[in-house]
């Protein structure tokens, strides 16, 4: 898992064990569904015939030769480590940022960034204000395919948000998951200045810290309340930005490790 985790695992987090062939099984079949793939496309574009993808989907098929899943991790996009260990993917963190100045505009992009999640069959994690999640559960229902969390409550420090992060994302790949989705908005309201830097650390660290890992991560920003230097910094602790109108690149200015040891960040 990244380096910035190990800690954690060191203090008593357990690492991930060796999934079984039906957990192989899941991971092959998230994968394909997250692409929009039928077993005959997937079938198609490895080489492996669609029994043999059949069998391996519904764990009726055991001890499967490298060289398929090989050919598997190649088509999905994954490593064989994924799919035999749960171990990283490969470089594929989206990290999005949505900077927002009403609840209308938070809700036209976060519901349908959760409800996408619930779609693919993605372990989907909202941990943002409580009022947040009232407006969330209203525009997708209450939905059992999403945890809630208040983010105040459940995370007191950027080092606990991290941790936090990683647990749910390792549990949920253990449990066959093939993809993360995590809606994550830290209070700002009532920090210090201290404390505001290491919040805004925190948003470069997740790079780091889960560069390797199959999860998607949109962090809201309410203009309406969040520091002006911190919606300064959005576009340097994040590759992407997201608007109700759809995605935007980075401007250049996105550079994890630079803005980690720039003085005064």
């Known amino acids: 898992m990244p380096g910035i985790l190990r800690p954690e695992r060191e203090r008593g987090v357990p690492e991930m064990s060796a999934p079984s062939e039906s957990v192989i099984g899941t991971r092959v079949k998230r994968g394909r569904e997250r692409l929009g793939w039928t077993r005959e496309e997937l079938a ?8 043999a993808i059949a069998q391996i989907e519904s764990s009726r098929r055991r001890n499967l030769r490298p060289a398929t899943l090989s050919s598997l991790a190649d088509t999905l996009g994954v490593t064989i480590d994924y799919l035999v260990r749960g171990g990283p993917t490969g470089p594929v963190l989206e990290h999005l940022a949505l900077v927002y100045a009403s609840d209308e505009e938070f809700v036209a992009v976060a519901g349908p960034f959760l409800t996408a999640g619930i779609e693919r069959s993605e372990a989907v ?10 407006l969330l559960r209203r525009n997708i229902g209450a939905s ?25 994302a390792r549990t949920a790949l253990g449990d066959g998951a093939s993809w993360v989705r995590i809606l994550a908005e830290p209070i ?16 470069s660290l997740l790079n780091i810290a889960f560069g390797s890992w ?12 969040v520091p002006a230097k911190v919606l300064r910094q959005v576009r340097a602790t ?16 996105f550079d994890p490790a630079g803005f980690i040891l720039e003085p005064g960040n």
């Open 125 to 134: 994690l909202a941990v943002t204000t409580p009022k947040n999640i009232r």
């Open 188 to 203: 700002w309201s009532g920090r210090s200045p201290s404390e505001v830097r290491r919040w805004t650390r925190l948003e």
């Open 238 to 253: 994040h590759p992407q930005t997201i608007t109700s109108e759809g995605m935007q690149e980075g401007s250049g200015q």
């Open 144 to 168: 059992r395919e999403v945890e809630f969390a208040d983010f105040a409550a459940r995370f007191d420090a950027p080092t606990s948000a991290v941790a936090g992060f990683g647990d749910f």
């Open 44 to 51: 198609f574009r490895s080489g492996i015939s669609w029994s």
């Open 214 to 225: 199959p999860v998607t991560m949109l962090c809201p920003y309410d203009e309406r309340v």
